[in-house]
């Protein structure tokens, strides 16, 4: 039996997905793990639902284990989201990682080996040493050619999983994406992206015919802005030099538009450069609200957080190759290491904000337990 992988995030999940994981299993000798982000996501973001029902909507449709990507690494750059999500995957003893892509494996793959050249690199590293952001330093490196396959969605997250899989020992497999492209606006033949559908969600419109989840207890940034805000209005420079990509002065950039401004949108705009793009600038803040550090960043992922499975397969989970968490509260204080408790913690202060901004009944983390279906 084969185990293949796929990093997501499940924002929501939909026919996009499910289909992406049926292809996946077309191949009867495959199982299935998905390692998925948690509460928080990639964009700079809460989840539009908690990560129990992400997770659960999976398993009923096609997955076979759901594995958390813990939310410091699920709030960061497509390096560390990358790197970090391979990680869990070899140590869940898996062979191949399916993600979907715009272009060819072989197109890919021809610009990850660019990337490695030492001339690009350096080339990289100057433009943005003189104020370009890393997806626009890439294109301008390469080259038109190659810019044309680096400007598509999501292809720079794709050459990151290549480079991470042959770091790790996974063979990379590049799926065409089906009926419409990453944050495409548009619906076709059923399938629509997940934020088009958070779009409709939050506009009251309908969606059930986009996805296979009953999406209830729907969760906005705008339910924990006060939150967020007070933490910005109350951190200091120095805090603030800890975070997560903040360099080159930005702490002060940050504390002084959250002393003039009294709404996120406003103070990410005040935030904003050339250098950064909004979606670092959203996880910047969001990283500082949770307490995300560079250091933590830099620590490659502890342990194994399980959040579902079906229950043939618990007993295989015995082989994985970090440290597993399962019994939450047991195995969380089993964990040999400072930095992965304190990388646990923001795990669960990311709960906590999830309990506020979903309007539900809190789930506790230490008695929640793996979903077994």
Known sequence: MSRAA????????????????????SDPHNDVVCVMSGNFVQRGDIAITDKYARAKAALHNGADIVVELPTVYAMSGAQTFAEN??????????????FGAENSISDLKEVTGLLENKL?????????????????????????????????????????????????????????????????????DG???????????????????????????????????????????????????????????????????????????????????????????????????????????????????ILGVKSVLAGTLAGAKLPLIVRTKADYEDLNHISAKEIFKVDLRASEAMNIARHADPINEFTQGVIKI
């Open 6 to 25: 796929v990093i997501c995030e499940f924002n929501p999940f939909h026919n996009g997905h499910k289909f992406l994981i049926e292809k996946i299993k």
């Open 85 to 98: 999500g391979v990680r869990i995957a070899a140590a869940m003893n898996c062979d191949r990682l399916y």
């Open 120 to 188: 690009i690199n350096d080339k990289i590293h100057d433009l943005m040493k003189n104020g370009q952001y890393y997806p626009k330093a890439l294109s301008m490196a390469v080259g038109d050619k190659y810019a044309k396959v680096l400007d598509q969605p999501n292809n720079i997250l794709a050459i990151e999983y290549i480079k991470a899989c042959q770091k790790y020992g996974l063979l990379p497999i590049a799926i065409p994406r089906k009926g419409v492209n990453h944050d495409e606006n548009i619906i076709r």
């Open 191 to 305: 399938i629509a992206s997940a934020s088009k559908i958070r779009e409709l969600i939050e506009k009251g419109e309908s969606y059930k015919l986009l996805t296979p989840m009953e999406i209830t207890n729907v969760s906005t940034i705008k339910s924990i802005e006060p939150a967020i805000l007070y933490r910005l209005k109350t951190i200091t420079a120095e805090e603030l030099r800890k975070i997560a990509d903040v360099s080159e002065g930005l702490e002060y950039r940050i504390i002084e538009a959250a002393k003039q401004y009294n709404s996120l949108s406003e103070i990410y705009n005040a935030i904003k450069t050339k250098r950064y793009t909004m979606a670092r600038i959203r996880r910047i803040i969001l990283s500082a609200f949770l307490g995300i550090t560079a250091e933590m960043q830099s620590t490659p992922v502890p342990y194994l957080r």
